[in-house]
């Protein structure tokens, strides 16, 4: 009961849900691991808040 409440909060506080955030972080790690120099070309506040052009 109290574990569904905090399920909507960080969409609600942060935009995304956590399973956005976990695909966002997801996508990230594979570009870093097939190319670190496109990694890196992103400005890490845009990668913090999952802007992937």
Same mark, same amino acid.
């Given at each position: 009961?109290?574990? =569904?409440?905090?399920?909507?909060? @960080?969409?609600? /506080?942060?935009? /995304?849900? /956590? *399973? #956005? %955030? $976990? *695909?966002?972080?997801?996508s &990230?790690?594979? &570009?870093? =691991?097939?190319?670190?120099d $496109?990694?890196? #070309?992103? @400005? *890490?506040?845009? %990668?913090? *808040?999952? %802007?992937i @052009?």
């Amino acid at each position: 009961m109290i574990a =569904n409440r905090f399920k909507s909060k @960080p969409k609600a /506080v942060f935009g /995304v849900s /956590v *399973a #956005e %955030r $976990k *695909a966002q972080k997801a996508s &990230l790690g594979a &570009l870093k =691991n097939a190319d670190s120099d $496109k990694y890196y #070309e992103i @400005p *890490a506040i845009e %990668r913090m *808040a999952g %802007r992937i @052009p």
